[in-house]
T-cell receptor, first 111, second 116 residues
Framework: SQQGEEDPQALSIQEGENATMNCSYK?????LQWYRQNSGRGLVHLIL?????REKHSGRLRVTLDTSKKSSSLLITASRAADTASYFC???????????FGEGTQLTVNP | DAGVIQSPRHEVTEMGQEVTLRCKPI?????LFWYRQTMMRGLELLIY????????DSGMPEDRFSAKMPNASFSTLKIQPSEPRDSAVYFC??????????????FGPGTRLTVL
């Protein structure tokens, strides 16, 4: 199976609520990244967390990383309709050259 | 900075025809990646280049697919002959050299290919 698998596959919430997405991976990493993809667009980098970090914040985003469980979570607080998109985690393995993307979580934020 | 530029944005062709997708990476970036995205298989890495040299082409599905990077500012992905199962969105991405462990990639808008 793929390195980097998101859970849930789809999430629907109301504006103002928090959204949490999870990612599991299988091999050692240098870092883990989260990307967003709006419908019909390319992926956009959101945040990167290194393997020696446990938590990182950027605006309304909070990412955690548990290397012992090989898992990460992305929390979007106070969601907005504009947050509606697919969210992907990506891991780089130990070579760092390439990224392997998960299957993504489709987030829908209802106004 | 204009970001990663891809052309065409949409391509509709008939089975058996040759298709060429083009990519201009961000100036100064050393790495260039070609991905394919479908509902069934998600986002797949096809090939990537470092300093214009192909490093890993293990994701290229068949000999019908080929990619080149003649210089630092241009790459092509060619499918010849095309088949309906090649229908997908093809993304190009680029990134800078490995520094401080940051290897985020910058994606182009993609080319939506439909093979009839």
């Amino acid at each position: 199976s793929q390195q980097g698998e998101e859970d849930p596959q789809a999430l629907s919430i109301q504006e103002g609520e928090n959204a949490t997405m999870n990612c599991s991976y299988k091999t050692s990493i240098n870092n883990l990244q989260w990307y967003r993809q709006n419908s019909g667009r390319g992926l956009v980098h959101l945040i990167l967390i290194r393997s020696n970090e446990r938590e990182k914040h950027s605006g309304r985003l909070r990412v955690t990383l548990d290397t012992s469980k090989k898992s990460s979570s992305l929390l979007i607080t106070a969601s907005r309709a504009a947050d509606t998109a697919s969210y992907f985690c990506a891991t780089d393995g130990t070579s760092g050259s390439r990224l392997t993307f998960g299957e993504g979580t489709q987030l829908t934020v209802n106004p | 900075d204009a970001g990663v530029i891809q052309s065409p944005r949409h391509e509709v062709t008939e089975m058996g025809q040759e298709v060429t997708l083009r990519c201009k990476p961000i100036s100064g970036h050393d790495y260039l990646f070609w991905y394919r995205q479908t509902m069934m298989r998600g986002l797949e890495l096809l090939i990537y280049f470092n300093n214009n040299v192909p490093i890993d082409d293990s994701g290229m599905p068949e000999d019908r697919f080929s990619a080149k990077m003649p210089n630092a500012s241009f790459s092509t992905l060619k499918i010849q002959p095309s088949e309906p199962r090649d229908s997908a969105v093809y993304f190009c991405a680029s990134r800078g050299a490995w520094t401080s462990g940051d290897n985020e990639q910058f994606f182009g808008p993609g080319t939506r290919l439909t093979v009839l």
